[in-house]
């Protein structure tokens, strides 16, 4: 293939010398592209069709060169696509494919008013749109896993926590959707990902737009983007929305790892709060009484992962002149390797979610021994003797310290009601046992957004509803996709045909 005294590549024509082998080492890139070999085909045959609807292509050519995108599909359909490292990358790999089969020149027309430039960044705006789809449905899925847990433990009580210290009675169901109302924002964020990434670059060119009379919308649409990155410079030159991507990706993983953090945290002997299914955990080599969290730790630590591919984006991009730069082409492995983690953990921990057996019985017993519903003590002393809290909150203080140095807790209803008494507040037995008792406390929290029964039901109904409407959302945005794909195909089929 090497022409005497020239390079043998495609944008050969004014070297001459062959690539050195460290360099070509140095900067190929199909590993990464593998993944976007489906798109790069897709966007050939938008782009010929384009060129053919414009004029700027016969039909003649038109169908030359389609037969082989066609042919190339099914070749990567059925696993032998040939992706060679010396043609450096994807565009490269499916451009000699037409050139092959339909002869040079076919190769060489359907690169008219395009670039490889425009050609990655809209491959992997495809690859990427469709990810953040997968990984909206797997939080969604998760989503779900955590209502239905929730669902019928809107009463069972346990302990709430503030500085990782018990603070007031909670409801399993209150804590469980705590993380669903927080994945929530997390749809949001990666659904505003989405809507910023579903945008054409192609048709930019290598930098300054084309000569040719193109039609640019009309690639956007049988590629099933919403519309075009208009500005040429800017479309080849910009991955902010693979920053974006990433940026939705990490705070996902920080919710995510504190979901993690507490499944180890209450799968301990200390707390004993809950136990993780045994085909979700694994035991030591050397203690055979251990049951090691080892996933949820995983799933903790992936988030390190991810932050870091973030920050290896952000420093890629940081004070990069406009256009294009090759630096660029750095940002696929990253993005694709925080894709597959952040998924994979979010399957990790939907799977943790539907086999986790709660402990109710220790859950209980922690949430009566240590003054959880101290709060709720000062509050009756308001609402029934027409005291200022902060006297309330002093009273029941001092009663807290009390039963510490005796070792008692709110349980011992008479000494309770003794230590009261001698601060001037005289309670019945009755009254005691109905403030002082978990479950009763529980049910008395009425306000919006409460961990009351009432509050939580209502809770879990409009988070159930702000779980479809994104699984909605994700759903027909990736029906639309296929729409286009179907569209896309058809239109070959039929130029084909002719
Ligand atoms: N492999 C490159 C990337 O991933 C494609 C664009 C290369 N353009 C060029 N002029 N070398 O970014």
Redesign the pocket.
């Known amino acids: 293939m090497a022409k005497q005294g020239k390079s043998s590549k495609l944008?050969g024509g004014r070297f001459s010398a062959e690539m050195a082998d460290i360099a070509l080492d140095f900067?190929?890139?199909i590993a990464?592209?593998s993944r976007m070999a489906a798109e790069d085909i897709w966007g050939s045959e938008a782009h010929a069709l384009m060129l053919a609807k414009c004029g700027i292509i016969s039909r003649d050519d038109l169908k030359a060169i389609l037969t082989e995108l066609e042919k190339a599909r099914e070749d990567l359909q059925a696993g032998k696509l040939p992706l060679r490292r010396e043609l450096?990358?994807?565009?490269m790999n499916v451009e000699v494919y037409v050139r092959q089969g339909a002869g040079p020149e076919m190769g060489g027309k359907l690169h008219t008013a395009r670039?490889?430039?425009d050609?990655?960044?809209t491959d992997?705006r495809m690859h990427l749109r469709t990810r953040l789809l997968d990984i909206m449905e797997a939080v969604a899925a998760l989503q779900k896993a955590l209502l239905q847990r929730a669902r019928g433990n809107e009463r069972t009580v346990m302990p709430g926590y503030t500085h990782t210290q018990h603070a007031q009675p909670i409801s399993v169901a209150f804590w469980l959707s705590s993380y669903v109302s927080m994945l929530a924002r997390d749809q949001d964020r990666l659904w505003g990902a989405f809507q910023r990434t579903n945008r054409c670059p192609l048709g930019a060119a290598?930098l300054a737009g084309t000569s040719f009379p193109t039609d640019r919308a009309y690639v956007a649409k049988l590629l099933g983007f919403d519309g075009v990155v208009e500005h040429a410079l800017d479309a080849v030159g910009s991955r902010d929305f693979v920053a974006e991507a990433l940026a939705a990706l990490c705070i996902l993983m920080s919710n995510l790892s504190r979901l993690a953090e507490e499944f180890v945290l209450f799968s301990t002997y200390e707390y004993g709060l809950l136990e993780i299914h045994d085909s979700l955990a694994s035991g030591s080599s050397i203690m055979p009484q251990k049951k090691n969290p080892c996933i949820a730790e995983l799933s903790r630590a992936r988030a390190g992962l991810v932050y870091g591919r973030l920050m290896e984006i952000l420093t890629l991009l940081k004070a990069l002149p406009s256009g294009?730069n090759?630096d660029?082409?750095q940002?696929?492995p990253p993005l694709w390797q925080a894709l597959d983690e952040s998924e994979m953990t979010i399957r990790a921990l939907e799977a943790m979610v539907r086999t986790v057996k709660f402990n109710t019985g220790r859950m209980r017993e922690l949430v009566g021994k240590n003054f959880a519903t101290a709060t709720e003590l000062a509050n009756f002393l308001v609402a029934n003797r027409g005291l200022p809290f902060r006297t309330c909150h002093e009273i029941v203080g001092g009663l807290v310290a009390q039963l510490i140095a005796e070792g008692k807790t709110l349980d011992d209803h008479r000494r309770v009601q003794e230590i009261l008494r001698r601060h001037g507040q005289e309670l019945s037995l009755d009254e005691i046992e109905a403030v002082c008792d978990p479950q009763a406390c529980l049910v008395r929290q009425v306000s919006l957004g409460s961990t009351g029964p009432d509050s939580v039901t209502a809770l879990l109904a409009s988070l159930k509803a702000v779980h479809a409407e994104a699984l909605k959302q994700a759903r027909s945005a990736r029906r639309r996709i296929e729409r286009a794909r179907e569209r896309t195909a058809k239109l070959v089929k039929e130029a084909l045909a002719l």
């Open positions: 944008w900067s190929e890139s990464a592209d450096e990358d994807i565009h670039s490889r430039n050609q990655v960044v992997c290598a294009y090759r660029l082409q940002d696929k």
